[in-house]
């Protein structure tokens, strides 16, 4: 936790409270007293520093001073099938921490049907993944977050609207394209899932604009190619 | 799995014998049948195809045809404060599937001396992590490994020699340069551990000659990090 965000409905006038999670977290971890001063930052608010004001096993209560801007966000839409649940957590906090601020999570023939079960896929579960990412990156902006569970309309009713006024690649090991580098404008990016999308898919992402592209010869698991695709792209 | 990796104790002439971890794969996962064709690799050897000739729950046989070079390595040397045990067998299969061949796992202020317990770091262990990196990505080239737990004589004995004629880099948050993208030369690469080098530590590297750079205002978890930091020097 590089960050200890905070919703409004922690905060009052310049007094924050904090329980729960990140208190055992200030506790365990940063072993924090009274006096210390500590990174805070509220939720797609501003970012600053917190004065330890008191603090025990119930709650700690903190003086917050918040004047500076979050990061500025990575302009990328980021479309990616289901991964597998124990990945899905991972995946959410590394997307998070890398500056995303809109994730679709689609549906694909390889995706297996029980991952729709899951129940890291409630609101708050995505949530907490999403706010952990931030805390681990020191940002503030919650990304926006959709479930689209069949493939066939979102391409075909939905995902023209959103590639527009985008550069719009997926990202498959047949393109013959490399990946660009550095592009430093609106993308949107759209992530297969283990096993890679089947022809019929990316026959339908190519009729509606989407270019297929590669990063080379070897195959990554998504929590590695996510962050390699976004850092070639928005190298910062 | 995407390529059976073969040690050549497995080999005999042109044909393969596949037991244990591997040949659950083929039944469960990829659900062979005698006649099928699978792609294989033979460790720092060739890759090439393997046709089913049997296969049972006890070993499968395989005829091979092995004419395809690995991909091209990547020419980086990776030196990494050891992570804690469950992120590090993940990063171990992330570095190998990315293509580095030479990686160094050291000590740091901030890593805890219990992570150099773990049992995840016996030869075989690592080994294990290292080919199921190269089995995702298809690539047979082993890296090389190196455990360094003494900071202090690994970068005043060791690090100079290693870096010669190498660009390198440690990737700090305090770095003023920005990391360089598309570098396209050997260089070495220095990640720290969670919550980063000490600034003795930073001091003791920029010594022997490491350059501290930053990837952005964001701070990642090493298994994001590391595939963002070698997807911008080496896009591919």
């Known amino acids: 936790m590089n960050l200890l965000l905070l919703q409004s409905s922690q905060i009052n006038g310049t007094e924050a409270t904090v329980t729960g999670r990140q208190l055992e977290h200030l506790n365990s971890v940063h072993q924090i007293d ?9 939720v797609n608010g501003l970012m600053g520093n917190g004065l330890i004001k008191s603090i025990n096993t ?38 998070s921490s890398l ?65 527009k006024n985008t550069k719009a690649l997926v990202a498959h090991p047949s393109g013959t394209n490399n990946c660009p580098i550095n592009i430093q404008k609106p993308t949107t990016l759209v992530v297969g899932p283990e096993g890679g999308f089947i022809p019929y898919e990316i026959e339908k992402l190519k009729e509606v604009g989407v270019e297929a592209v590669t990063i080379g010869p070897r195959i990554l698991r998504v929590e590695s190619a996510v962050p390699a695709l976004i850092s070639r792209l928005f190298p910062g």
Chains 1, 2 share one sequence.
């Open 99 to 163: 500056g995303v601020k809109e994730i679709y999570l689609i549906n694909s023939k390889r995706v297996e049907k029980s991952f729709w079960q899951t129940p890291f896929l409630s609101d708050e579960a995505i949530q907490n993944e999403l706010i952990l990412g931030l805390e681990q990156s020191r940002d503030t902006i919650l990304p926006k977050f959709y479930l689209r569970k069949l493939f066939k309309p979102f391409v075909e009713d939905e995902l023209g609207d959103l590639i």
């Open 34 to 42: 009274e006096g210390a001063s500590v990174r805070v930052g509220q």
């Open 58 to 95: 119930e709650r700690a209560v903190l003086d917050i001073n918040l004047d500076t801007p979050a990061p500025a966000p990575i302009p990328l839409k980021l479309i990616m099938a289901m991964p597998r649940p124990k990945m899905l957590r991972r995946c959410l906090q590394s997307i």
